[in-house]
């Protein structure tokens, strides 16, 4: 499924994301030399309807058209398919962020393969620092999210968000499986076509190819808002839903994507479950244990906080919903 190359594609800096497929035949590894080693790695589209990735990359790597890169880079494209399509993934394909190294998605070998044949070309390489570009369907603002509390981790999440979100699961991500070689982030760029966020994920990637090390300094306490998330929540399959839908097994209240990164009291209202249907919200919490009853609360009818959270990734798209999940739930941590 991976094809790997030593240089840019012709053409393949004139196209959108939709269009990648034109020059690339699916998943694509493309090494590029700069001043600096070892490179850089960044993963773009792993969700194929998130292009502020690649108009990143794009971006720095016109403006290199002519120039040396201040260092190796890496770059991964990864869904082009899905992106042909517009869409997060295909029918019938998995999430090609949940099928790294580590992953529980067993039913996708060749998926599973082609991602340990990255990291292992990386590997061999060596990495100075892994950036994996995405965007999301709620209202949430810009943030990185990393797996481990390193100082080197927290250094290069603060350079692009003061906003930082540690997690463990889901697992089989990308940020998870190059934490084990290097610095990792994922960064979260607001919605696809959001004003600023290209240039923004564009100007973080071209300050980490400038970087020349890591500070050996702790970040400051007052540099940083971190978070744990606590909790992934779905709707069960068996269950319909929707938003302002009182004939659903849960009507969400319609404004539920406006409580992204709000610190939410114990009682917040989320919806109403239809009078008779036995639905619950699932929470795993990151051993995977369903923790869905000690957070939310049904009494008369209504899904309720039992205790004080705050959400992020909550969005409207019930396809994204679907396919992934309604949010993550997370708590305020101190530093490490």
């Known amino acids: 499924m991976l094809t790997q190359y030593e240089h840019l594609p012709d053409g393949m800096l004139d196209l959108p994301a939709a269009r990648l497929g034109e020059v690339l035949p699916g998943p694509a590894l493309i090494h590029l030399p700069g001043r600096r080693t070892p490179p850089l790695f960044v993963s ?7 292009d ?25 494209i990864g869904n082009v398919e899905a992106a042909r399509s517009g869409v997060r993934r295909l029918d019938g394909q998995p999430d090609f962020n949940r099928v790294w190294p580590d992953s529980e998605e067993e039913a996708f070998p060749a998926e599973l393969e082609m991602m340990q044949e990255v990291v292992d070309a990386m590997r061999v390489r060596g990495v100075f ?14 943030y ?7 100082q080197a981790f927290l250094h290069l999440a603060t350079l692009f968000s003061r906003i930082v979100v540690y997690f463990i699961r889901p697992r089989g991500v990308q940020s998870a499986a190059f934490a084990e070689l290097c610095p990792a982030v994922t960064l979260e760029c607001g919605k696809p076509g959001t004003p600023g966020s290209v240039e923004h994920a564009a100007g973080f990637m071209e300050a980490c190819l400038h970087l020349s090390e890591f500070p050996a300094h702790p970040v400051a306490s007052h540099d940083i808002d971190l978070f744990h998330t ?11 839903f929707g938003f302002a839908a009182p004939d659903a097994d849960i009507d969400f209240v319609p404004e539920l994507d406006h409580f992204n990164f709000r610190e ?3 009682g917040e209202r989320l919806g109403r479950v239809k009078e008779g249907s036995p639905a619950q919200l699932q929470a795993q919490d990151e051993n995977g244990v369903d923790i869905g009853l000690r957070l939310f609360d049904y009494r008369q009818g209504e899904i309720t906080l039992r205790q004080p959270l705050m959400p992020a990734m909550l969005t409207r798209d019930e396809r994204v919903i679907r396919q992934d999940c309604l949010c993550y739930l997370m708590e305020r941590i101190g530093m490490p």
């Open 52 to 76: 502020t990735g690649w108009l990143a990359a794009q971006s720095i790597l016109r403006k290199y058209a002519s120039a040396e890169l201040p260092r190796a880079l890496s770059l991964f």
């Open 144 to 150: 990185a999210c990393v797996n481990r509390l390193d």
């Open 230 to 240: 606590v909790a992934t929540v779905k709707v069960p399959e068996q269950f319909s």
């Open 264 to 266: 939410l009291a114990c």
């Open 129 to 142: 620092a892994s950036l994996d570009i995405h965007n999301n369907t709620g209202l949430n603002p810009h």
């Open 44 to 50: 773009v589209l792993l969700h194929g309807n998130e």
